[in-house]
């Protein structure tokens, strides 16, 4: 079955700086990328997703690429903000079936 | 509030009960999802329905679990014989019809087993 591996697991980045989260999955079916933030004792919350027809894709500060030959993807947030700290999830998805999630990126933006 | 809702939002039971969880999802989503989450990990799959058809159970999920989505709308999630192990937040997630389409969670149960 598809695993999603996520990289790294705590990240510390200062006020006004790029984070990059970078995650791979393991079947090259999957063709749904979708990305999750969770705040503290809140429910995650999706803030982008990516097709398999699609390279890059980009919404204000967030953007997110997509590699198919080397089955990666990654999230860009550019200029942080502190509302920006939170656990960020990806997730891959084959064709019509269930999502699998990778372990997290704790994003912490320092001031 | 048109979101997805989860019933109770805690739960405290003793080992050896049973407990049951409500999710009620979008009203037009077909898909309905049910994941585990415990402290500093991603949302664990155990479950999914289309409509009222459960499509697929996780090998994780032992025989204690059990979920229904009778008329294809609300869902329950029943864990027989509790554990300390089953000590976890309960999430429920729709989307409108395929795993490719946006989940939209719930805010979760969190059940402890003492």
């Known amino acids: 079955g598809e695993n999603v591996e996520q990289h790294p697991s705590t990240l510390s980045v200062q006020e006004g700086d790029s984070a990059v989260i970078k995650c791979t999955y393991s079947d090259s079916a999957s063709n749904y990328f979708p990305w999750y933030k969770q705040e503290l004792g809140k429910r995650p919350q999706l803030i982008i997703d990516?097709?398999?027809?699609?390279g890059e894709k980009k919404d204000q500060r967030i953007a997110v690429t997509l590699n198919k030959t080397a089955k990666h993807f990654s999230l860009h947030i550019t200029e942080t903000q502190p509302e920006d700290s939170a656990v960020y999830f990806c997730a891959a998805s084959i064709w019509d079936d269930k999502i699998i999630f990778g372990k997290g990126t704790r994003l912490h933006i320092l001031p | 509030d048109t979101g997805v809702s989860q019933d109770p939002r805690h739960k405290i039971t003793k080992r050896g009960q049973n407990v049951t969880f409500r999710c009620d999802p979008i009203s037009e989503h077909n898909r309905l999802y049910w994941y585990r989450q415990t402290l500093g990990q991603g949302p664990e799959f155990l479950t999914y329905?289309?409509?009222?058809?459960?499509?697929?159970k996780s090998r994780l999920l032992s025989d204690r679990f059990s979920a229904e989505r009778p008329k294809g709308s609300f869902s329950t999630l029943e864990i027989q014989r509790t554990e300390q192990g089953d000590s976890a937040m309960y999430l429920c997630a729709s989307s409108l019809a395929s795993a490719s389409d946006a989940q939209y969670f719930g805010p979760g149960t969190r059940l402890l087993v003492l």
């Open positions: 990516i097709r398999s027809n699609v």
């Open positions: 329905f289309q409509n009222e058809a459960q499509l697929e």
